[in-house]
């Protein structure tokens, strides 16, 4: 896969705690591209993880995509974009560097703050697309 994350310099980089939080464009040519559905903090018993606590939520969301995109032969850094849902978007700032623990790589990325998720103790639900050779 050959893949370019591009930052024009006519359009502003988000920094958040000295990370830059995504790339304005990823330029892919690969051969398979896989969408993982909307991620929750939830286990393999389907049980919320870390009712209240964002950064809980954020660790098992990262677990999730990662074993997702496992099992369709990717990898976090085969993830092109991603789509973040946070119950608290100024919460959700506070724990970038989990955020970036998962998501390094730079994806195009859009993050919105909803009123409610899937389950009311949810905080934070992740859908990510992802191409490999």
């Known amino acids: 896969m050959n893949r370019q994350n591009l930052q024009p310099e006519t359009l502003a980089q988000r920094v958040v705690a000295g990370h830059v ?4 464009v990823v330029v892919v040519e690969g ?6 559905s909307g991620q ?3 286990d393999f018993q389907g049980n919320v993880v870390g009712k ?3 950064r809980a939520q954020l660790r098992q969301v990262g677990e999730n995509i990662t074993r997702a995109l496992a099992a369709a032969g990717a990898t976090l850094n085969d993830i092109v974009k991603a789509t973040t849902y946070v ?3 100024e919460e959700f700032f506070r724990h970038v560097d989990v955020r970036m623990e998962y998501f390094g790589a730079l994806p195009a990325s859009t993050t919105v703050e909803v009123s409610r998720l899937a389950h009311p103790d949810l905080m934070v639900e992740i859908e990510v697309i992802a191409v490999v050779d």
Do not use: E, K, N, Q
Request: overall charge positive; glycine content about 6%.
């Open 31 to 36: 051969r398979r591209t896989i969408f993982v």
């Open 21 to 24: 939080l995504y790339s304005h």
């Open 87 to 89: 119950t608290d978007i």
């Open 52 to 54: 209240g606590d964002m």
């Open 40 to 42: 929750l903090a939830r």
